[in-house]
């Protein structure tokens, strides 16, 4: 069993960056692939960026492509997650989870066994 705990969340406005933490607990996290997930008021929940366990391959989302850095620091059992030049539309409840498929970088929320409750970012125009 994982626990995951996100926090970074807040009030921001247009063009500001955000960091976003997730601590997980149980032995596996470390060992275990990381996905960041946002969703939107009456919209599906949809992929930020995705990172294997050892932390060499990441791949991001479309929207946050250029602008996102997802990162793991295993000391921590955290997993971060930079976003710089933030917009509106990325006002959203933001997630974090875990699969126990270590090495892949798919990112399908239906992959993800694990999540945490989320932190809501809204971004002021």
């Known amino acids: 069993q994982v626990q995951l705990v996100e926090s970074g969340g807040g009030l921001v406005q247009a063009g500001d960056s955000l960091s976003l933490s997730c601590v997980g607990s149980g032995r596996s996290f470390n060992y275990s692939g990381v996905g960041w997930f946002r969703q939107a008021p009456g919209k599906e929940r949809e992929c930020v960026a995705v990172?294997?366990?050892?932390?060499?391959?990441?791949v991001y989302g479309d929207h946050a492509a250029g602008r996102a850095t997802i990162s793991r620091d295993h000391a921590k059992n955290s997993v971060y997650l930079q976003m710089n030049s933030l917009k509106p539309e990325d006002t959203a409840v933001y997630y974090c989870?875990?699969?126990?498929?270590?090495?892949?970088?798919?990112?399908?929320?239906?992959?993800?066994?694990?999540w945490g409750q989320g932190t809501l970012v809204t971004v002021s125009s």
């Open positions: 990172i294997d366990w050892d932390g060499f391959s990441a």
């Open positions: 989870a875990v699969r126990e498929d270590r090495y892949s970088v798919t990112c399908f929320a239906n992959e993800f066994e694990y």
